[in-house]
């Protein structure tokens, strides 16, 4: 199982990314994908997850400027993060787990499967 995260940058706070997650080596729409960030001196922390039905859930620090989406055609999460800040600065993590539930998925460790991290740095 392999997850590819990419779409990182250096961006002006209020600016735009789009984070996307490649996922190889299972079967993809069984599996519900999240992403996580964690920031230099801090704990991983919860981001998005999309669920295998498409439902959806944020922290609250990215409602109302994240949206998570999936295409099960192509293997893809993308994270589109819009009016970025300062605060949102850390590496973005994917991962992918089958069996995570609504009281674990916001959960790192219950997940299986992670990517490697993209450097995402919003400059104020």
């Known amino acids: 199982v392999q997850l590819q995260a990419s779409g990182g940058g250096l961006v002006q706070a209020g600016g735009s990314l789009r984070l996307s997650c490649a996922v190889f080596?299972?079967?993809?729409?069984?599996?519900?994908v999240g992403w996580f960030r964690q920031a230099p001196g801090k704990e991983r922390e919860f981001v998005a997850v999309?669920?295998?039905?498409?439902?959806?859930y944020y922290a609250d620090s990215g409602k109302d400027r994240f949206t998570i989406s999936r295409d099960n055609a192509k293997n893809l999460v993308y994270l589109q993060m819009n009016s970025l800040k300062p605060e949102d600065t850390a590496v973005y993590y994917c991962?992918?787990?089958?069996?995570?539930?609504?009281?674990?998925?916001?959960?790192?460790?219950?997940?299986?499967?992670w990517g490697q991290g993209t450097q995402v740095t919003v400059s104020s």
């Open positions: 999309i669920r295998r039905n498409r439902a959806t």
């Open positions: 080596g299972i079967t993809f729409s069984n599996y519900a």
């Open positions: 991962a992918a787990d089958r069996s995570v539930i609504s009281t674990t998925i916001t959960s790192s460790q219950y997940y299986n499967y």
